[in-house]
């Protein structure tokens, strides 16, 4: 369903429709900022190359990668309004904008790699910053964690599992380390749900929240 803001016709929050969970059931979400389909490709073609390195990791599905605004852990149904509110109110601080998606890396560093990453670089207003600086502050009055340190956004390529190969990973991602993915529009906001199955993980949209 559809709920307009006050005063604000045109700018509009889908609600998805939350399965009924028993009330003690957790849901496992995250804020997010989604990836086109045509750069999850080029994403998965540098996941390709390094996978060349046949080291041991778990790669994120193209499909599943995206830009994390704030993981909230375990929240439950009744959570979702004063959420979506307050995502409703951060995406007031911005218009809509481009982010730019290139050079590789890994956390915590290269030489010890744990999360091998895509960087994404900010517009010239910091939009995405002052996004994230306002969403952050607004999730603190809820009782969310504010994170200590600064934030760093990427895309998730994979997660590095033990160290098989590590040396082949490291040079692998060398090699691209200035590589240039592309851009891409900012438009919206998502709060998702996380599903951890054996298949990997599954996500639900549980509300879009339009830049405009």
């Known amino acids: 369903m559809l709920h307009a803001v006050e005063d604000e016709p045109c700018r509009c929050v889908r609600v998805m429709h939350v399965l009924s969970y028993p009330s003690m059931k957790a849901i496992r979400a995250f804020i997010a900022i989604k990836i086109p389909e045509s750069v999850q490709a080029k994403l998965q073609g540098v996941q390709d190359k390094l996978k060349q390195a046949d080291a041991h990791v778990s790669w994120v599905k193209p499909a599943n990668i995206h830009l994390t605004l704030k993981f909230l852990g375990n929240i439950e149904e009744a959570q979702i309004p004063a959420l979506t509110k307050s995502l409703q109110e951060s995406v007031k601080t911005v218009s809509p904008f481009q982010l730019q ?69 490291l040079r692998a991602v060398e090699a691209i380390v200035n590589i240039w993915v592309g851009e891409i529009s900012v438009d919206a906001i998502y709060l998702i749900q996380s599903e951890l199955k054996p298949s990997g993980a599954e996500y639900t949209d549980l509300a879009t929240i339009p830049i405009v």
């Open 101 to 169: 998606i290139g050079y590789a890396g890994a956390f915590p560093n290269l030489r010890y790699p744990r999360v091998v990453w895509i960087g994404v670089t900010d517009d010239e207003q910091d939009s995405l910053r002052t996004l994230q600086e306002d969403l952050a502050a607004r999730l603190a009055k809820l009782g969310f964690k504010q994170e200590s340190g600064r934030f760093k956004p990427h895309l998730t390529l994979g997660r590095v599992r033990s160290q098989k190969n590590r040396s082949n990973l």
